[in-house]
Nanobody, 126 residues
Framework: QVQLVESGGGLVQTGGSLRLSCVAS????????VGWFRQGPGKEREFVAA????????FYADSAKGRFTTTRDNAKNTAYLQMDSLKPEDTAVYYCAADKLVVVGYNHPASDFSTWGQGTQVTVSS
């Protein structure tokens, strides 16, 4: 099974940008689709974006469309979430997740993904 470690979170002002990284180890990263989720204070974990194992398919939650972009570099065993035009409501712990069986193309529930990273905090100040 692959192991995941996120990084890149931090404190940013409204309108700013952050790029999250998700580094995988342990198994062939290119076999796995990757999802991004977030959990804000007092909220349930919600889907943000996903990218297929070959990077030929992506899907975004409505809240992320036009502002967030997910990419991956299988040679570096890394997936990325570029977040632009950040808003205070984007404040959350962000998680990457991976699974070999996910077919990217809808708002994935967290249960679709079997392996999770530890999360990285993103705070957007107003």
């Amino acid at each position: 099974q692959v192991q995941l470690v996120e990084s890149g979170g931090g404190l940013v002002q409204t309108g700013g940008s952050l790029r999250l990284s998700c580094v995988a180890s342990g198994r062939t990263f290119s076999d796995y689709s990757v999802g991004w989720f977030r959990q804000g204070p007092g909220k349930e974990r919600e889907f943000v974006a996903a990218i297929s194992w070959r990077a030929n398919s992506t899907f975004y939650a409505d809240s992320a469309k036009g502002r967030f972009t997910t990419t991956r570099d299988n040679a570096k065993n890394t997936a990325y979430l570029q977040m632009d035009s950040l808003k205070p409501e984007d404040t959350a712990v962000y998680y990457c997740a991976a699974d070999k069986l996910v077919v990217v193309g809808y708002n994935h529930p967290a249960s679709d993904f079997s392996t999770w990273g530890q999360g990285t905090q993103v705070t957007v100040s107003s």
